[in-house]
């Protein structure tokens, strides 16, 4: 949980291994949940303050040995202390130290350490006793002796105020942790909201409407109600119920999709009850309805506007119920699946002719998804061309390809009535047609893509003054020129603005401005 390599790092630390010191003679250390040391001590070439700490560290064979002993020891003591905190006596009798536990939401992670002293009531004796202890440990007599000596006397008001102190540096670890945690998930937050983000599952969109399609469905996913997804045909509805699926906790177990309109009532019945033997002519034998086959994971009903009203009267008892009848079958059986539907009809209309049933509508409405047609995301279609591009490239194995600026403008022109099932094979056509040349160019577009908006401003040419001879991609330049350099002025350079008079995107509007170079105010203005 705690970096603890990073906490020798930080100003608060470094300045209480200072006061620590000077003051009491002690090293500070800090280990994490197992015990190990994370404060350098063990390295090499550590510049140890306390000098009994150095000698017992790397002058005693086994040193570290009686160290580890006294954390294993310790840690077991002050994770049961009410104050958190303890004032230990070490492997060498007479030597302590202090001991505080660092917690984070209430979880013991670890341990800080404020060793050694003695106390100011110590004999002479007892000094003579730590330092046959230490000869004991291989030590020679003048070493030990030495170290004894430069430890520090400390009074019961001096343990206390150490005692402090040790809990100011556990309490600083624990709010760092606090704090780089609060300021990941600020990040991880950033991340989601800004249009850095371009995919969630298999969609692909940085515009704000699909950010807001990102944020719903990272916060549905983790829950077992029923989503209802609508959008037009194209949109990628599979797609959102899919990413449901496999970020939800059912992702390990099936995820089916079925398309309501493509059966009839009786299949349609047959296909998500299952059957048994003999219920209908041909029913030679059992069959598992989808929803015994998807039962555990998730069931995608397609298209479900499309669904008679007897057949409503069966989901809903599904949903209600969890319970379901096979054709030919006798008694119900149970199932556990969430259920994700969709359509591209207009639902509370039919609900108002008696087509579709407020009882189901609500039971699958618990959450709305609605996915944005592609002409109302304009900025997410240079993202999905170069996705479609780099993906069709990759699976014929062509070097990558690239689009011209013209060919760019005419696909952001188009409306996309097909949204992004047409872009997609759009652009696996265009991948084929450019054979293997390195840039598509607008002439390889399909008719409907190159004509759109062609015939505009037939009139308006005359009333204009514009050069009627020459060639006609000439002139049709030299009228776009006009018409964007007078709309410029007209909407006081307001480009979102003049984009939705012209009925084109504002990316290729500012294509456009940057082609007839008229960016600069005066140019547009004529000055």
């Known amino acids: 949980?705690?970096?603890?390599?990073?906490?020798?790092?930080?100003?608060?630390?470094?300045?209480?291994?200072?006061?620590?010191?000077?003051?009491?003679?002690?090293?500070?250390?800090?280990t994490d949940v197992h015990g190990k040391i994370h404060s350098g001590h063990l390295d090499k070439d550590y510049n140890f303050k306390s000098h009994f700490m150095k000698v017992q560290m790397k002058d005693m064979k086994y040193g570290y040995e009686y160290l580890s002993q006294d954390i294993e020891r310790v840690t077991e003591e002050v994770t049961d202390a009410k104050e958190g905190r303890v004032v230990f006596e070490s492997f060498f009798k007479g030597?302590?130290?202090?001991?505080?536990?660092?917690?984070?939401?209430?979880?013991?992670?670890?341990?800080?350490?404020?060793?050694?002293?003695?106390?100011?009531?110590?004999?002479?004796?007892?000094?003579?006793?730590?330092?046959?202890?230490?000869?004991?440990?291989?030590?020679?007599?003048a070493d030990a002796t030495s170290a004894v000596s430069h430890m520090k006397k400390l009074s019961k008001a001096d343990v206390e105020y150490l005692k402090e102190l040790v809990d100011l540096c556990s309490e600083e670890i624990s709010t760092y942790h606090f704090e780089i945690s609060k300021r990941e998930e600020r990040i991880q937050e950033l991340n989601s909201e800004l249009g850095e983000k371009y995919r969630y599952h298999s969609m692909i969109g940085r515009s704000k409407s699909m950010q807001k399609v990102y944020s719903l469905l990272q916060k549905i996913s983790s829950s077992d109600a029923s989503v209802m997804i609508q959008g037009e045909n194209g949109t990628g509805k599979e797609l959102v119920a899919k990413a449901v699926h496999f970020n939800?906790?059912?992702?390990?177990?099936?995820?089916?999709?079925?398309?309501?309109?493509?059966?009839?009532?009786?299949?349609?019945?047959?296909?998500?009850?299952?059957?048994?033997?003999?219920?209908?002519?041909?029913?030679?034998?059992?069959?598992?309805?989808?929803f015994e086959t998807a039962n555990g994971g998730t069931l995608f009903l397609d298209e479900i506007g499309d669904t008679s009203l007897s057949m409503q009267v069966k989901l809903l008892r599904v949903l209600q119920e969890g319970t379901y009848l096979p054709v030919g079958a006798a008694s119900p059986r149970r199932c556990d699946v969430r259920i994700i539907a969709a359509t591209n009809k207009n639902v509370k209309k039919m609900m108002e002719t008696g087509e579709f049933r407020e009882d189901l509508y609500y039971r699958i409405n618990v959450f709305n998804v609605a996915l944005p047609p592609l002409r109302e995301r304009q900025e997410d279609i240079p993202?999905?061309?170069?996705?479609?591009?780099?993906?069709?490239?990759?699976?014929?194995?062509?070097?990558?390809?690239?689009?011209?600026?013209?060919?760019?403008?005419?696909?952001?022109?188009?409306?996309?009535?097909?949204?992004?099932?047409?872009?997609?094979?759009?652009?696996?056509?265009?991948?084929?047609?450019?054979?293997?040349?390195?840039?598509?160019?607008?002439?390889?577009?399909?008719?409907?893509?190159?004509?759109?908006?062609?015939?505009?401003?037939?009139?308006?040419?005359?009333?204009?003054?514009?050069?009627?001879?020459?060639s006609l991609k000439a002139a049709l330049e030299e009228l776009e020129a006009l018409m964007i350099r007078e709309g410029l002025k007209r909407c006081q350079f307001n480009k979102s603005r003049l984009a939705k008079e012209l009925g084109i995107s504002r990316a290729s509007l500012i294509m456009k401005v940057d082609k007839y170079e008229l960016d600069k105010r005066k140019k547009a203005a004529g000055e």
């Open 1 to 30: 949980m705690v970096n603890w390599n990073d906490i020798g790092n930080l100003h608060v630390i470094t300045k209480m291994e200072e006061i620590l010191s000077n003051w009491f003679g002690t090293e500070l250390y800090w």
């Open 95 to 141: 030597v302590y130290g202090v001991c505080s536990k660092v917690e984070i939401e209430g979880e013991y992670v670890g341990a800080v350490f404020a060793y050694p002293f003695l106390q100011d009531d110590v004999t002479a004796k007892e000094e003579s006793a730590i330092v046959a202890q230490m000869v004991e440990c291989g030590m020679t007599e």
């Open 248 to 290: 939800s906790p059912r992702k390990d177990n099936t995820f089916l999709a079925v398309n309501c309109s493509a059966f009839n009532d009786n299949l349609l019945d047959s296909e998500l009850f299952g059957h048994v033997k003999g219920a209908f002519t041909g029913a030679v034998k059992d069959k598992k309805g989808l």
């Open 383 to 470: 993202v999905l061309m170069d996705h479609f591009l780099k993906k069709r490239c990759d699976e014929t194995g062509q070097t990558m390809k690239t689009f011209s600026k013209k060919c760019l403008e005419k696909m952001l022109d188009y409306p996309w009535p097909g949204n992004v099932r047409e872009l997609e094979n759009e652009v696996e056509r265009l991948v084929v047609l450019a054979g293997e040349d390195k840039q598509i160019t607008p002439d390889l577009l399909s008719p409907r893509i190159l004509e759109h908006g062609g015939s505009e401003g037939g009139s308006v040419a005359a009333n204009r003054g514009i050069n009627t001879n020459g």
